[in-house]
Each structure stands twice: as structure tokens, then as C-alpha cells.
């Protein structure tokens, strides 16, 4: 287990050094601030940042995307530099020092010079770097590529990472507008409705019905506050134990997949995802039913896992690839046809890479045309929602006016 220690000292130079350090004990971080020309004034363990900052694997147990995607390109960078791989942990750690990632490259160090091959020390942290890039390093060592399979596993990352953006991209603006309209309808009902209701108390007249509707809704939510940020926790849980349940994951994900306009993004972002997937992992010479099973692992939806899943039992039952990829309607006819040509042709790794390239394009592009052509609606939306409030509050003045008249 690795633990950090804060350290102050002068370099060979007699300059003034501070900082942390993350090794397995204090006779480590004693040899390794030596080893760096630092002559230790004092030395202490962060007893409480190790305690605190452990991964709770429970909780958090991967790595985001964008750390692995650090830590292969720093580790490629530095390999091809001529530095050995625990060498080359041992630099990445000390950038992040005391942070996930450097505890990752620490323990992965720690294993590698106790003997363990790069295979198994890297599948040791399979839990916080992934099946697929601990797959495809085990398939790197056994071929002597490391450096390509660092860099694979790198681009596998980067273009994971920009799907997830396009998709967020897409859906941010709606979001945005939503919860502006939300925020707005609620400061109204809350704080703007009750004053008009302290003046129309004194008219003694009945209020029209869609004003009396509105004034209806603030009384409730300005009496039970409470009541509504609870009921929207409690259906926050709700949602995320429904998706620790298998029926309830299979609901969920189907559903996804069938909402309108976004539904088809969905579909679209994980089809390509999958196809970079399984690329990578037949490029880095991983057999191919290992490579439908991790792919299915990292769709992260039931109906594709089931998909690729049921590919897989079709190809160890005899069949070719052709065949079984024909015969799962849940991936696009595209998919299926490519995966044909591919199989084919004996390049199915590269067909699928550029079907997950072209379609990463096209993924973007849909995305922004889906946030403009939602923008006019959703305005619309915000300004009759707000329109509605307003005309319900002015409704007994004009009322009034008009029996005066």
C-alpha cells in the first residue's frame, strides 16, 4: 500500500526543495529523495491524506477517461524516450503526486520491480483502468508493442472522450433552458405570487381560475418548502437504485434508446462507440470472442451487451462472423454490412476503425443541428410558461378595470 509523505530539504545546489513524495514506506521515500540529490531536513507522513484519500472503490472504483488517456500518452512519451517502464511510473506519479492517477502508477511501479510482468501488474488495477486497456496491454506485452498499445489505448480514449462530449453537447442547451425556465417559474411562484395575493385579499372578489390555479400552487410550495427539494432527492435515489436493479437497468437503457430526437444520438454514440472498441481490441491481436466480451462490458447498455453478447455465442457455436452480425437487429444494417466486408476482406479491425471515425464526424454534426433546431421551441416554451404566470397575476387588475370602466 502506497503512502505519501511531505518532505523539506536542499538539492545539490543548496537551494531550498519542498513537497510530497508517494512510495510503499518511509526507507523508500528516504532512497528516493536521495536518489533526486535532496538532503531531508524533515520528513513526515500525511497519515490522514492516505486515510481520506483512498479510492473507495465502492463509490468510484475506475479512473476517469481522461486520466488513462494522461497516463498512456506520458507513458508512450516516456518509453519511446528510452526510460523503463517503472521508471516512467515513478515520473508519472510525482506529477500528480498523492492523486488517483499517481497512486495507480505507484502501485503499478511497486509490482512491476517486485518481479510481476507488465501484464499482470497493469491487470492488478483493472479495476481503476478498465478491462479494454488492461486487455490490450496484456495482448501489447505478449507481441513486444508496448508502445503502440500505449498509444492505441490513448486514441481509444480521445475519441470516447469526444463522443461523450458531442453527446453532452447536444443535450447541454435544452438543459440549460430547462432548468432556466424551472429556476424562473420558481422564483415567480415563491417570492413575486405572494405579493399580488396580499393585495387581491383585500378585494374580497373571487379570482379567475387560472389565477386562483397559480396562487393555488405558490401558497403550497411556499408552506411545505420542504417538501419539494425532498421529493426530487428521493426520486434522484430512486432513479439510481432502479439502475443497480437488472430489470430496472433493462428498462432504464431501453428507454434511452427510445426517447425522441435524443433517442437516436444515443443509439448512434454507442454504436460508434463500440465499433472503436472492438477495434482496438482486434488490432491489439486480443481473439475475437474475448474482444466481443469486453466490448459488450464497455457499450454500457443493456440491449448492446445483450447484442454483442449474443454475436459472441453465435461465433463460438460455429457461425461466421458474417452471419452473426447479420443476425442481431439491435446494431444499425450499416454495422452489420461493414462487419460483413470486413470479415471479408480479413481487415475487420480497420473497417471498423473508419466506420468509428466517420461516424464520430457525422455523431457532431447531428448533435449541433439538433441543439439549433430544438432552440426555437424551447424559447417558445420559456416564453410561454413566463407569459402564463404573468397574465394569471394581471388577470383580476384587468378584470377590475374593466367593471370600473
Not at 444520438?265 to 481473439?287: E, G, Q
Request: hydrophobic content about 45%; some cysteine.
Amino acid at each position: 500500500m502506497s503512502q505519501t509523505f511531505l518532505f523539506k530539504g536542499v538539492d545539490r545546489l543548496d537551494r531550498k526543495r519542498k513537497g510530497q513524495v508517494v512510495t510503499v514506506d518511509r526507507d523508500s521515500a528516504i532512497a528516493k529523495l536521495n536518489h533526486r540529490g535532496i538532503k531531508i531536513k524533515r520528513l513526515r507522513r500525511r497519515i490522514f491524506f492516505d486515510l481520506f484519500s483512498r479510492d473507495f472503490e465502492f463509490i468510484l472504483p475506475k479512473l476517469p477517461l481522461s486520466d488513462v488517456l494522461w497516463i498512456c500518452r506520458n507513458l508512450s512519451s516516456l518509453i519511446t524516450s528510452g526510460l523503463r517502464l517503472p521508471e516512467a511510473c515513478e515520473l508519472i506519479a510525482d506529477q500528480r503526486p498523492g492523486k488517483r492517477p499517481a497512486r495507480v502508477m505507484t502501485e503499478i511501479r511497486l509490482d512491476l520491480e517486485a518481479g510481476m510482468s507488465v501484464g499482470d501488474a497493469f491487470s492488478q488495477q483493472q479495476k481503476r483502468l478498465g478491462n479494454v486497456p488492461t486487455a490490450m496491454l496484456k495482448a501489447g506485452e505478449s507481441s513486444g508493442s508496448l508502445i503502440p498499445t500505449f498509444d492505441g489505448i490513448a486514441k481509444l480514449c480521445e475519441s470516447q472522450i469526444q463522443l461523450r462530449s458531442n453527446l453532452k453537447r447536444a443535450v447541454q442547451y435544452p438543459l440549460a433552458v430547462m432548468s432556466t425556465t424551472f429556476v424562473v417559474l420558481l422564483v415567480m411562484v415563491i417570492f413575486v405570487v405572494p405579493r399580488f395575493v396580499e393585495m387581491y385579499s383585500n378585494l374580497n372578489a373571487k379570482l379567475p381560475a387560472l389565477t386562483q390555479f397559480v396562487v393555488d400552487v405558490s401558497i403550497t410550495l411556499t408552506r411545505q418548502a420542504w417538501a419539494f427539494p425532498t421529493t426530487i432527492g428521493l426520486l434522484v435515489i430512486l432513479g439510481l437504485l432502479l439502475r443497480k436493479l437488472p430489470t430496472g437497468r433493462i428498462v432504464t437503457d431501453n428507454i434511452f434508446l427510445k426517447l425522441p430526437k435524443i433517442g437516436p444520438l444515443i443509439h448512434r454514440s454507442i454504436t460508434t462507440r463500440s465499433a472503436a472498441t472492438l477495434s482496438a481490441l482486434l488490432t491489439a491481436k486480443i481473439p475475437m470472442l474475448d474482444s466481443l466480451e469486453m466490448t459488450a462490458d464497455a457499450s454500457g447498455n443493456v440491449v448492446f451487451q445483450e447484442a454483442f453478447l449474443g454475436i459472441n455465442n453465435l461465433i463460438a457455436q460455429g457461425e461466421s462472423v458474417t452471419d452473426s452480425f447479420a443476425s442481431i437487429d439491435e446494431l444499425p444494417l450499416v454495422f452489420r454490412d461493414l462487419a460483413a466486408v470486413g470479415d471479408a476482406s480479413g481487415d475487420l479491425a480497420g473497417v471498423l476503425r473508419r466506420y468509428a471515425n466517420d461516424s464520430e464526424v457525422d455523431l457532431k454534426r447531428d448533435g449541433e443541428n439538433f441543439a439549433k433546431a430544438l432552440e426555437p421551441y424551447l424559447i417558445m416554451s420559456l416564453g410561454a410558461v413566463v407569459g402564463t404566470v404573468i397574465v394569471a397575476l394581471y388577470l383580476p387588475i384587468f378584470q377590475i378595470v374593466t367593471l370600473v370602466g
